[in-house]
């Protein structure tokens, strides 16, 4: 999500007759477009923060400005100079970005520049991102923007905003202005994608994301689509019976479980049981029969118990996910659990049961990528692999990434590759 608000900067900023530059040294204005989600997540930025400072002496003029979570969550405090060691010059909430051009003149004429309003309606609707993913053959549309489930750890409610769709027509014609321009998979974000809603679609017929989804997919038939994220209460067996439909759409779902334990799913606010997201399992299993699932999960919830963490791990062998990511518990100010639950699982044991959750998985991931050796698979070309330059590197349908040998393809080719080994992070393969 930041990746894809990062473009829509880059795109009021060069509406406005900025350029980008290649590295932080050549430029005069430097944003840091900021996550707030973890408590490592802020301080490397404070930390990049402090380590730019050094630039300010060879161009005294320069601008730093904080974007996105951070400035919403700290405020103006990111501004008191004393306290922090360091100066910022601008503070910009994430539905602030269209004020970038005022918040300059601000800046440039040596105030500090601060917008931190959020919005019930802002979704950029009319602003075409600049494109910065490698190789022109992926890219990202923002659907929706905010969320309103206040799951009780989740500082994003309260960075974010308000909930609300984006009009789908936007939607559809930058899906086909990224067709025209050679892209081969488009992979649509929101925190909530399946409460997608648009009520005043032209002849009033409501766009809920399942048709949203159907739409796109019947753009090209060169096209694979992807979406990120669900939330499990929502997921539809109607969305499932699209993403059947459609070779176009990717088979792989990411579902954040969270915890395998109903209590702490409670205590979570997340508002399903484990039975109830394990019945949404069987439906993707029953619908999109040989469907990728991954996950998010977080250890050492408040209160968690060595019997709820097994309830995870138990979980977790139940659903064989191909992938996860995997966290420590961050306790997150102004959440509700912060305000009302005890953080009181020691730091250690958090260390420990996320190490037992990461061994789990990887061994998980190597399982799911042993069943797919033998087998052939069309594999959408990325670019060179990152080990060697005599290798490609690409993703399945499912998501695995897939290395082979170059036999001169460019990125954004179509080829079908046979499995023919793998580790737990990467399917090796011949064309
Ligand atoms: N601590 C740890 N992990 C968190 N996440 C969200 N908030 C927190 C927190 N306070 C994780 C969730 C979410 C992912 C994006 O980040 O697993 O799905
Ligand atoms: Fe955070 Fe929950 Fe919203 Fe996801 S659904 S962004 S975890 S509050």
Redesign the pocket.
Same mark, same amino acid.
């Given at each position: 999500m930041n990746f894809s608000d990062s473009e829509i900067v880059a795109s009021v900023m060069t509406e406005n007759n900025y350029e980008t530059a290649l590295s932080a040294q050549d430029s005069d204005v430097i944003f840091l477009n900021t996550c707030s989600? #973890?408590d490592n997540a802020e301080q490397r930025v404070l930390n990049r923060l402090k380590q730019l400072q050094v630039l300010r002496k060879k161009n005294p003029a320069l601008i730093i400005g904080v974007l996105g979570c951070m400035a919403e969550r700290l405020k103006t405090s990111l501004l008191e100079e004393q306290r922090l060691g360091m100066r910022i010059d601008m503070v910009v909430g994430p539905d602030a970005y269209r004020d970038l051009p005022q918040l300059m003149v601000d800046a440039e004429s040596g105030q500090k520049a601060v917008n931190i309003i959020l919005s019930s309606e802002e979704t950029y609707a009319d602003i075409t991102p600049v494109r910065y993913a490698a190789g022109g053959v992926s890219a990202f549309i923002s659907i929706m923007r905010g969320c309103e489930n206040f799951c009780s750890?989740?500082v994003v409610p309260h960075t974010r905003g308000k909930e609300r769709s984006r009009n789908p027509d936007s939607i559809v014609n930058e899906a086909r202005q990224l067709i025209d321009d050679g892209y081969k998979e488009i992979t649509l974000l929101g925190q909530n994608v399946n409460s997608y809603a648009w009520k005043e679609a032209s002849g009033n017929i409501p766009v809920d994301f399942p048709s949203l989804m159907e739409n796109i997919a019947s753009l090209s038939s060169q096209l694979r689509i992807r979406f990120a994220t669900s939330h499990p209460k929502d997921m539809s067996d109607e969305l499932l019976y699209v993403i059947s439909r459609h070779p176009t759409i990717c088979k792989s779902i990411h579902l954040?479980v969270?915890s395998g334990s109903s209590s702490v799913l409670k205590r979570m606010n997340r508002k399903y049981t484990r039975e109830d997201y394990l019945q949404r399992i069987e439906a993707i299993r029953k619908i999109v029969p040989g469907c990728a699932i991954s996950t998010?999960i977080?250890t050492g919830f408040c209160g968690e118990t060595d019997q709820e963490f097994h309830e995870t791990l138990s979980l977790m062998e139940r659903v064989g996910y191909d992938f996860a990511?995997m966290?420590?518990?961050?306790e #997150?100010p102004g959440t509700i659990a912060a305000k009302k639950l005890k953080d009181d699982v020691p730091e250690a044991v958090k260390t420990i049961r996320l190490e037992e959750v990461i061994n789990l998985q990887q061994q998980l991931s190597l399982r799911s990528n042993q069943a797919e050796v033998g087998s052939l698979q069309e594999v959408l070309v990325e670019g060179p692999s990152k080990r060697s330059s005599a290798y490609v590197s690409g993703r399945t349908s499912r998501n695995k990434v897939v290395v082979f040998p170059d036999n001169h393809y460019k990125a954004g080719d179509y080829v079908m590759v046979k499995i023919t080994g793998c580790t737990s992070a990467t399917l090796k393969g011949e064309s």
């Open positions: 989600i #973890r750890y989740c954040p969270q998010d977080i990511y966290f420590k518990y961050s #997150r």
